[in-house]
């Protein structure tokens, strides 16, 4: 069974101080990391918002992963981890809550401690120094160890 990862765009895919075009180093480092997993992508970016769905696929066509879906949108400034929710949201509308999944995020905030989720810098965005530890972190979800 493949894992849902849950993508953040933003400070992920290039870095949040540049501008909005993603980084081909990020861009190439995710694909080596994900080219040993079995893995589905659906976007909780912000970007979700702003593009249509078929536009998302092709900004990540050359991942070489199928992009499944978007997480719906929760449009509440007091939520605390809101993130988190409209994954909990896409799960139950989808494919159940025992489905296995980790999101990959920049903002500790939109997720609490102990939720499935590697986090980058937001600086740099996904670098090669990130690729052998989501490796190592979607292995051991596709196994159910972590």
């Not at 994900?34 to 970016?45: E, P, Q, R, T, Y």
């Not at 249509?52 to 991942?63: A, G, N, P, T």
């Not at 810098?121 to 292995?139: A, H, I, V, Y």
Request: aromatic share 12%; proline share 5%.
């Amino acid at each position: 069974m493949s894992v849902l990862v849950f993508l953040n765009l933003d400070g992920f895919l290039h870095p949040i101080s540049g501008d909005n075009v993603f980084d081909d180093h990020c861009m190439d480092s995710l694909r080596i990391a994900l080219d040993s997993v079995s893995v589905n992508l659906v976007i909780s970016s912000s970007w979700r918002e702003h593009y249509h769905f078929d536009e998302l696929q092709q900004f990540l066509v050359s991942l070489n992963v199928p992009v499944i879906g978007v997480t719906p949108v929760i449009d509440d400034p007091f939520l605390i981890n809101v993130r988190y929710y409209e994954v909990i949201r896409y799960l139950e509308s989808t494919v159940g809550l025992n489905q296995q999944w980790l999101a990959i995020d920049d903002t500790p905030g939109f997720y609490p401690a102990d939720a499935p989720v590697y986090w980058t810098d937001s600086r740099s965005g996904f670098s090669s120094n990130d690729m052998e530890p989501l490796k190592q972190m979607l292995t051991l979800i596709e196994t159910d160890k972590l």
